[in-house]
């Protein structure tokens, strides 16, 4: 029997989230000072690094992405919070949550290179954070469109189940955990090569991504 999932849980809108988290990596990395923005674990590392070497000065500078990503959750708590449950809305809360995505990445090809690398990497922890935060599953999976440690140990385990436990349902979970890695993967060589064109501006491409995000959600109602 076929399972029933909303659109947010599709596998082309999470290709399409995947795809915008693997371009947002490269963009950072490549064209704001050679940082990953997409989650907080490295940043706390080298906050943890430039405490215990005393260099308080670079503190701030991990610091600042920290509390973006932080940001980031609760502003897509307080999203939910606000709109999710309701009808009288033209979009679902799911829906708002990848407007704002879209407003701010567009905003930050307009941040100066060089000069605000710091700000535009806090913007892309404050975006990958709400993204993660609103879109948790795949076809009733978790997941992470913004990273791929987790999808790659849930892939890992369901290969494993398939080929000793003969689970054929996990072995098609395993193909949707590496379909999305695959996109991420995808998603980074896009923006490597938009960058080299678009320099800054490369992000802009994330726009069109997000955009095709929701529309796909609107084709189907949105529950919660």
């Given at each position: 029997?076929?399972?029933?999932?909303q659109?947010?849980?599709?596998?082309?809108?999470?290709?399409?989230?995947?795809?915008?988290g693997?371009?947002?990596?490269?963009?950072?990395?490549?064209a704001?000072?050679?940082v990953?923005?997409n989650?907080?674990?490295g940043n706390i590392?080298?906050?943890?690094?430039n405490l215990a070497q005393?260099?308080?000065?670079r503190?701030?500078?991990?610091?600042?992405?920290?509390?973006a990503y932080?940001?980031?959750?609760?502003?897509?708590?307080l999203?939910?919070?606000?709109f999710g449950?309701?009808?009288?809305?033209?979009l679902?809360?799911?829906?708002?949550?990848?407007?704002?995505?879209?407003?701010?990445?567009?905003?930050?090809?307009f941040f100066?290179?060089?000069t605000a690398d710091?700000?535009a990497?806090?913007?892309?922890?404050?975006?990958c954070?709400?993204?993660?935060?609103?879109?948790r599953?795949?076809?009733g999976?978790?997941y992470a469109t913004?990273?791929?440690t987790?999808?790659?140990?849930?892939?890992s385990e369901?290969l494993?189940?398939?080929i000793?436990?003969?689970?054929?349902?996990?072995?098609?979970?395993a193909?949707?955990?590496?379909?999305?890695?695959?996109?991420?993967?995808?998603?980074?060589?896009?923006?490597?090569a938009?960058?080299i064109y678009?320099?800054?501006?490369?992000?802009?491409?994330?726009g069109?991504?997000?955009?095709?995000a929701?529309l796909?959600?609107?084709?189907k109602k949105e529950e919660?």
């Amino acid at each position: 029997m076929l399972q029933k999932y909303q659109a947010s849980e599709s596998f082309r809108v999470g290709v399409l989230l995947a795809v915008t988290g693997g371009f947002l990596d490269a963009y950072s990395y490549l064209a704001r000072g050679g940082v990953f923005a997409n989650a907080a674990t490295g940043n706390i590392v080298l906050l943890a690094l430039n405490l215990a070497q005393g260099d308080f000065g670079r503190v701030l500078h991990y610091l600042i992405p920290i509390a973006a990503y932080a940001a980031g959750i609760i502003a897509a708590e307080l999203i939910r919070r606000r709109f999710g449950g309701r009808d009288d809305h033209m979009l679902h809360w799911r829906q708002l949550s990848i407007a704002a995505e879209i407003i701010i990445v567009c905003a930050v090809a307009f941040f100066p290179q060089g000069t605000a690398d710091l700000a535009a990497v806090s913007a892309i922890s404050f975006v990958c954070s709400m993204q993660v935060e609103s879109f948790r599953k795949v076809q009733g999976n978790p997941y992470a469109t913004t990273m791929c440690t987790g999808n790659l140990r849930s892939a890992s385990e369901h290969l494993y189940r398939r080929i000793f436990g003969k689970d054929k349902q996990s072995g098609r979970t395993a193909l949707l955990y590496f379909g999305i890695i695959g996109a991420f993967m995808l998603g980074a060589i896009a923006g490597g090569a938009a960058v080299i064109y678009l320099q800054e501006k490369a992000c802009l491409v994330c726009g069109v991504f997000l955009l095709a995000a929701i529309l796909f959600m609107l084709k189907k109602k949105e529950e919660a």
